[in-house]
């Protein structure tokens, strides 16, 4: 079943697009609503930049996930190097992004199904404890780009992402390129 789904994927080196995220935290009564745009470059990693309410841009590579300010200023580095459960946390939404499903399926098990003509929904359960302190589970939805995702927090928090507008290219422009420096 995995492998239809990868062939319903595009390949594309470059996935341009907007979103919706909308966080659920226990104890409050509305979610948290941000948008913004993101890209993904399957060789490099994901720059995902809030705009409303408050701009700031998360860089996640295999290696780090890097927060900055709107200013561009580094706001917080976490390196894989230094501290391991970063390259659980890094791989694991770098992996929910690319839609890397080779790379989800070393950390969860994954249950799918095809929807339609090109359609999918997969979910996604860890395969260690220490993985599902920081999440329970995660479901995945889309056709030829990733639409949806739907993460259920270790913490009892629920995050919603609806990724729209999709766009894809060869190579980054050199204002992304250089997120990744």
């Known amino acids: 079943m995995l492998r239809e789904v990868r062939q319903r994927l595009a390949n594309e080196p470059v996935v341009r697009g907007v979103f919706e995220q909308r966080k659920t935290v226990k104890g409050f009564r509305n979610p948290l609503v941000s948008t913004g745009d993101f890209v993904v470059a399957r060789d490099r990693g994901v720059v995902w930049r809030t705009l409303q309410p408050f701009a700031s841009t998360l860089v996640v590579t295999r290696?780090?996930?890097?927060?900055?300010?709107?200013?561009?200023?580094?706001?917080?580095?976490?390196?894989?190097?230094?501290e391991p459960a970063v390259r659980a946390i890094s791989e694991t939404l770098f992996g929910v992004m690319a839609a890397d499903l080779q790379a989800l399926a070393q950390r969860f098990t994954i249950e799918g199904e095809l929807v339609g003509r090109e359609g999918w929904k997969l979910a996604l359960l860890p395969r260690d404890a220490a993985l599902a302190r920081w999440v329970q589970r995660v479901e995945l939805e889309g056709e030829h780009f990733l639409r949806g995702v739907k993460l259920a927090e270790g913490s009892g928090d629920l995050t919603q992402i609806h990724l729209a507008r999709h766009t894809t290219s060869a190579a980054l422009r050199p204002e992304e390129e250089s997120q990744f420096e």
């Open 63 to 82: 290696d780090r996930v890097l927060a900055r300010g709107a200013d561009g200023s580094v706001a917080r580095r976490l390196s894989a190097s230094e």
